[in-house]
T-cell receptor
Framework: QKEVEQNSGPLSVPEGAIASLNCTYS??????FFWYRQYSGKSPELIMF????GDKEDGRFTAQLNKASQYVSLLIRDSQPSDSATYLC????????????FGTGTRLQVTL | DADVTQTPRNRITKTGKRIMLECSQT?????MYWYRQDPGLGLRLIYY???????NKGEISDGYSVSRQAQAKFSLSLESAIPNQTALYFC??????????FGSGTRLTVV
């Protein structure tokens, strides 16, 4: 089992819809979770991070944690074509926030 | 200027050659990291450093070495490059909110 798993996609959603991206992790002791967006050929860009104490909303983005089932979700409301990118989930595996383990990413396509 | 600068942006080198990838940052962060990214494999940690005197191996350090010349500079070396080291390499720093800031990457091709 991989430490951080994501469906590679592509996930295709129409413009204006809600995109839901999921990530599962293996270490029940993980306490911080990160979502990065990466455009093709570019570097990852931090979108949101949450800790084990709760969900977080920032504009059109919401990150949710389900500790019992060990998965974290990213919801993108009112999806725009500019949201088309690969979304990387990262988790502090091993109980330390000093280094992160990344999933392989989910490619999102927002269609007109 | 970018917060995290990587040089070169692109490099083609021959098998067996030594090559150094450089990273410098202006964010004042102590913690720096080197990752490589391959299609289907995601980002994998090569080395990381918490300060000038603290260097740690990541999950795929074989064939690589690093040097932390100063708080702001962290270099990655391939002593004898091989074709399966062809990848996109990223340097990153970590700030107080635990999020990484990535450099723009170095695309390395070993022929």
């Amino acid at each position: 089992q991989k430490e951080v798993e994501q469906n590679s996609g592509p996930l295709s959603v129409p413009e204006g819809a809600i995109a839901s991206l999921n990530c599962t992790y293996s270490d029940r002791g993980s306490q911080s979770f990160f979502w990065y967006r990466q455009y093709s050929g570019k570097s990852p860009e931090l979108i949101m991070f949450i800790y084990s104490n709760g969900d977080k909303e920032d504009g059109r983005f919401t990150a949710q944690l389900n500790k019992a089932s060990q998965y974290v979700s990213l919801l993108i409301r009112d999806s725009q074509p500019s949201d088309s990118a690969t979304y990387l989930c990262a988790v502090n595996i091993g109980g330390t926030a000093s280094k992160l383990t990344f999933g392989t990413g989910t490619r999102l396509q927002v269609t007109l | 200027d970018a917060d995290v600068t990587q040089t070169p942006r692109n490099r083609i080198t021959k098998t067996g050659k030594r090559i150094m990838l450089e990273c410098s940052q202006t964010k004042g962060h102590d913690r720096m990291y080197w990752y490589r990214q391959d299609p289907g494999l995601g980002l994998r940690l090569i080395y990381y450093s918490f300060d000038v005197k603290d260097i740690n191996k990541g999950e795929i350090s074989d064939g690589y070495s690093v040097s932390r010349q100063a708080q702001a500079k962290f270099s990655l070396s391939l002593e004898s490059a091989i074709p399966n080291q062809t990848a996109l390499y990223f340097c990153a720093t970590r700030g107080l909110n635990y999020g990484y800031t990535f450099g723009s990457g170095t695309r390395l091709t070993v022929v």
